[in-house]
């Protein structure tokens, strides 16, 4: 494994996306977790890694198990802008529109914009208003 540094501390370890087409995901992720300020590292040309993410190719060593179905994973923005930056960076490579930036019902000052990956996948960024947090986030380096 390549030197790798995780920003770990939150609920979910990882989530890994088996896909058909894994040089339509990359280029896809590239693009909106670079609006994210995600680092994106591609581990060989069968799946890559973006923090707790892995997307991967079906016959990679990290898939096992059939194609299981549509899935819906939603990243955390910094502001209004970002948000928008996402839908914007998705639409133009290969998503589709799933929801356009705006407000949601869910709170006062949830503001979300959701796409469909190359796969179907519900892809959300959302800004859920200012926040305090009591550190940014644990960094691990391997």
Same mark, same amino acid.
């Given at each position: %494994?390549?030197?790798?540094?995780?920003?770990?501390?939150?609920?979910?370890?990882? /989530?890994?996306?088996?896909?058909?087409?894994?040089?339509?995901?990359? *280029?896809? $992720?590239?693009?909106? %977790? #670079?609006? &994210?300020? =995600?680092?994106?590292?591609? %581990?060989?040309?069968?799946?890559?890694? !973006? +923090?707790?993410? /892995?997307?991967?190719?079906?016959?990679?060593? *990290?898939?096992?198990?059939? &194609? *299981?179905?549509? $899935?819906? &994973?939603?990243?955390? !923005?910094?502001? @209004?802008?970002?948000?928008?930056?996402?839908?914007?960076?998705?639409?133009?490579?290969?998503? @589709? +529109?799933?929801?356009?930036?705006?407000? @949601?019902?869910?709170?006062?000052?949830?503001?979300? !914009?959701?796409?469909? +990956?190359?796969?179907?996948?519900? =892809?959300? !960024?959302?800004?859920?208003?200012?926040?305090?947090?009591?550190?940014? #986030?644990? *960094?691990?380096?391997?």
């Amino acid at each position: %494994m390549a030197t790798n540094q995780l920003h770990r501390g939150r609920l979910i370890d990882h /989530v890994q996306l088996v896909v058909p087409d894994f040089k339509a995901s990359e *280029t896809f $992720y590239k693009a909106v %977790m #670079s609006v &994210l300020d =995600i680092p994106v590292f591609v %581990m060989g040309d069968d799946y890559l890694m !973006a +923090d707790e993410l /892995v997307v991967s190719s079906v016959g990679s060593a *990290t898939a096992s198990g059939q &194609l *299981t179905g549509r $899935y819906h &994973l939603a990243f955390q !923005a910094k502001d @209004r802008e970002t948000v928008d930056a996402f839908h914007e960076a998705a639409l133009a490579h290969g998503g @589709r +529109d799933n929801g356009a930036p705006g407000l @949601r019902a869910y709170h006062p000052s949830y503001y979300a !914009a959701f796409v469909l +990956d190359p796969d179907g996948n519900n =892809i959300e !960024a959302v800004y859920q208003g200012e926040a305090k947090r009591s550190a940014p #986030s644990v *960094t691990i380096d391997f």
